[in-house]
């Protein structure tokens, strides 16, 4: 184990949009941060490589496969023979690739955004768990969607994604759930917004209706980076007692449930 005044980290889905964002936005805010960014296709992002040569020794490529409980754990078991902790792990990987109304949504679909989006972070979570114990400051955060709001549906009745919302829903509930069960810890989901990424773009593009798209014009967009701020602004300013349990935007705002 080696400097024990660095801060550790761990981005799950970091290859692209926003995690890919969230790297540059950590380490250059914070000399002492120790990012390890992790993903599915780790040649497809030349980005991520080009963010680990301009900050040398503070970035470290890993793969990362949301829902792969082995390789959770191998990856776990790398950081603790090197840090024997983790300060802050971010549930970060998703997927949004159906989109459409519930009596026409492929049960198989609703299967993957399930394995993805809220079993990924539960296993990811499984396998940092002790790591996170072993923090002074232990935060596990899991970037999640007002899509899930069971409060908010009322108001998006033209975003048919029903999957990606179910499993977002799901994940709300499973993140709370973290909270209450483990006292040391903080924990919340939080929505990063309306963000340009590629999977935006894809949700948009498959919007056969216009009422997605219609509605999106009259939204507040980020850009990747910009949503990374936002994040961190708030993931860094969190405590326990303030904001674990809630549902986050990323202003600093809370979403209902």
């Known amino acids: 184990m080696t400097d024990t005044s660095a801060k550790i980290y761990l981005v ?9 964002a969230l790297v540059n936005e950590i380490a250059s805010r914070d000399p002492t941060a120790f990012v390890y960014a ?39 078991e790398q950081i ?14 998703g997927v949004n690739n159906y989109n459409a109304k519930v009596h026409e949504f492929p049960t198989k679909n609703f299967t993957e955004h399930f394995e993805v989006n809220t079993l990924g972070p539960i296993i990811l979570f499984q396998a940092f768990r002790s790591l996170l114990q072993a923090s002074k400051s232990p935060r ?15 108001h ?21 759930k973290i909270h209450y069960e483990n006292e040391w810890l ?10 340009h990424t590629d999977m935006s773009k894809s949700v948009l593009e498959s919007d056969k209706s216009g ?5 999106a014009k009259s939204l507040k967009w980020h850009t990747a980076d910009e949503a990374a701020t936002l994040l961190m602004n708030v993931i860094e300013a ?6 674990g349990g809630q549902f986050h935007s990323e202003t600093g705002g809370r979403h209902p449930w």
């Open 238 to 243: 969190s405590t326990r007692e303030g904001d």
């Open 80 to 93: 603790k023979e090197k840090w024997g902790r983790v300060d802050t792990v971010i549930a970060n990987a």
């Open 12 to 20: 799950a889905g970091a290859t692209r949009g926003i995690g890919l």
């Open 38 to 76: 992790g993903g599915r296709n780790l040649a497809g992002s030349p980005q991520l490589e080009e963010f680990a040569a301009k900050y040398p020794g503070r970035v470290e490529i890993v793969k990362y496969v949301a829902g792969d409980a082995e390789g959770n754990q191998k990856l776990a």
């Open 156 to 176: 998006m009745t033209h975003f048919y994604a029903a999957g990606y919302s179910l499993s977002k829903a799901a994940l709300n509930w499973v993140v709370r």
């Open 186 to 195: 903080v924990t919340f989901p939080i929505c990063p917004g309306p963000v």
């Open 211 to 215: 009422a997605m798209s219609e509605r």
């Open 140 to 154: 596990f955060i899991a970037i999640s969607s007002s899509a899930g709001s069971l409060e908010l549906l009322q």
